[in-house]
């Protein structure tokens, strides 16, 4: 089961309100970010959609939806479909944006759902959705969910304290391994490094650069599940060595020069899979119209976030204040590709390195393939974390079917008419900085393929 399983009231309200203090330290001395362009989120912008395409044969079963997000720049397409009307020329005219106080109680909100005051859906890091399905993070209530859409590659990296600097923390970390085991012996205690919830992508990406450098993360190292704010803070006073975490955390930490970034996960798997969209699944069944309005919404909201002409605008929506609440400074170079590295590291300076919603490289992003869902939980495979009745790659497949609903996406863009659709369930075999590649016909020779391993 996992860490947050148990979560009690007391150690909810102390995360939340840890989380809360983490909006005050974005906003830092650099000045408070733009109002949205209104009180309520919804746009008043000339730039909105104009018409709608709605018919009286596709018109939503409701109009309304809850969704929840955390204030990273993986949430973005959500809060544009809001903001600047795509939700509503769907259709979808009463959805809310609600901000969740932290991964757990964005988890123990969509287990109550939005009737019993919580939410419908939302972001997601993976595998969170399957998780939650079969119970194995709600205290063994199973929530079936539906996995809709990727919302986001990229946009994550891996940030060390300045009191590392020099030591080679980089993104090939093997000549600096001696260093953090014996970390303890000359300091008295572990190299220690966070992540923000355990089990998921931020937890996989840090675990993932220590394996590849040589350090076993569940033993050459404390490596824990901690809010952002706490994390930074302990960075500022030396108790905190690493961090994974999403922008615009990163920036923050190399602009108030608390310390530098080691590597950025598009370096560790360049153009991975990121957060998602996924929502309750009864509420997909019981509206499969007002599902795909949905997607549509956030298909073209995605589209508009990839345009550079429009991330000046972006970063002035999403850095408001009730929104991220952070200001437009620390915003604008990660949705630049701009990224002040550290160690002697040069720059990187490069539109595709930053957070991409709508097409990358390798294809498009927002398709939910279903071998990104496979490579998260074979990750949880290789770490040894609870599956529940997930006992093995089959039955980890059954899961992936029944909660990766591409076919819903598929649908929706036809419908929508945009291009870019993918004609494959799986992107095929994916390379990591390391050289170890993932075939996701043979997950099992990708574990067997890693040195560092629990299972």
Known sequence: MSDFSGLTRRRFLVTAGVSAAASVALKGCMGNPPEPTSNTGT???????????VTAADAPEVTTIKLGYIPIVESAPLIIAKEKGFFDKYGMTGVEVSKQANWASARDNVTIGSAGGGIDGGQWQMPMPHLISEGVITNGKKVPMYVLAQLVTQGNGI???GIHDGKGLKLDLSGAADYIKNFQSTNG???KAAHTFPHVNQDFWIRY?????????GTDIDLLAVPSAETVQGMRNGTMDAFSTGDPWPYRIVADKIGFMAALTEEIWPFHPEEYLAVRADWVDANPKATKALLKAVMEAQQWCDKPENRAELVQIVSARNYFNVPVAILTPPYEGKYTMGDGKAAINDFNAGPLYWKDPRG???YPYKSHDLWFLTESVRWGFPLGDMKDFDAI????DKVNREDLWREAATEAGFSDIPTETSRGVETFFDGIKFDPKNPQGYLDSQKIKKA
């Open 43 to 53: 746009s008043a912008s000339p730039n909105a959609p104009a018409a709608s395409p």
């Open 189 to 191: 205690r572990k190299f």
């Open 397 to 400: 497949q059954k899961v992936i």
């Open 209 to 217: 650069w220590f394996a590849a450098g040589g350090v076993n993360p």
């Open 159 to 161: 940030a060390v304290s």
């Open 364 to 366: 498009t992003v927002s």
